[in-house]
Every structure is written in structure tokens, then in C-alpha cells.
């Protein structure tokens, strides 16, 4: 499989929609905590601006069931470098609250 682009959350696409140890490259597009909503706006049928919009994107991050369950996913994952980087990222952010 070569050339395919997915949209969504690159962990949930990673776990089920690609085979392990099969990716190259993974792009990520900002922006990166913005801690705002996006959203796609419509226009009338004349071209004029409408009230009509729906969320495209959601860009605000808190620590919440997933980013846990993800964090305990990379520690038990035998990756121990990946493990160590993470602890540190974690304890770093602990530390500037």
C-alpha cells in the first residue's frame, strides 16, 4: 500500500488502519494547541455569508482518558526509549502547572 492519505487523530488511524512497522513518514499538519475550534462556513445560495457552519476541526488538548490510556500503551510497549522520552515530557509538564 503506497500513497494513501488518512484524516483523523494519527494514533487512532496508526491502530487501525496501518500495518505495524509499515510507515515512513507521518505528517502532521498545524496547527498545534491552538485552543481553538475550526470551522467550515457555508454560504447562502447568492454568495452571501450564512449563519450555517459545522466543527471541522477541534484543536484544545487536556490530559483525559485517551492521552492515559495512551501513555500507558507506549510504557508497556517495550519501546524503552520511547518510554523514558515520554516520562520526561510528562514530568516536565507536571512541573510547569
Known sequence: MAN???YGDNL???RDSIADESVDLIYVDPPFNSNAS???LFKGP???SSAAQIEAFDDTWSWGD???AAF???LRSGNVAA????RAMSQA???TL
Request: hydrophobic share 45%; charged share 20%; proline share 0%.
Open 72 to 74: 500507558g500503551e507506549v
Open 66 to 68: 485517551e492521552a492515559e
Open 83 to 86: 518510554a523514558e522520552m515520554q
Open 46 to 48: 447568492s454568495g452571501n
Open 93 to 95: 509538564f507536571v512541573e
Open 12 to 14: 487512532a488511524v496508526l
Open 4 to 6: 494513501h492519505l488518512y
Open 38 to 40: 475550526y470551522n467550515v
